[in-house]
């Protein structure tokens, strides 16, 4: 998730844009945040768009 005011903001959108807007995207559920939001893994075919966007250095993990 992109958060309001995150530095290089724009850079994560466009990264996130170029893998996935306009594609067809499947979301797996994986689990609910502590704030109630939905938590999943997004695909565009076979490509594990979260596993690209960390890849690119445009997102983390928070391994709990």
Same mark, same amino acid.
């Given at each position: ?23 067809? @995207?499947?979301?797996?559920? =994986?689990? /609910? ?8 893994? !997004? $695909? @565009?075919?076979?490509?594990? =768009?979260? /596993? ?8 983390? !993990? $928070?391994?709990?």
């Amino acid at each position: 998730m992109l958060e309001s005011g995150q530095t290089y903001g724009n850079r994560l959108k466009q990264a996130l844009s170029d893998l996935a807007f306009g594609r067809l @995207v499947r979301v797996v559920f =994986v689990d /609910t945040d502590r704030y109630g939001r939905t938590v999943g893994r !997004v $695909y @565009v075919g076979p490509r594990d =768009v979260n /596993t690209e966007m960390v890849r690119l250095g445009a997102a983390w !993990v $928070y391994r709990q």
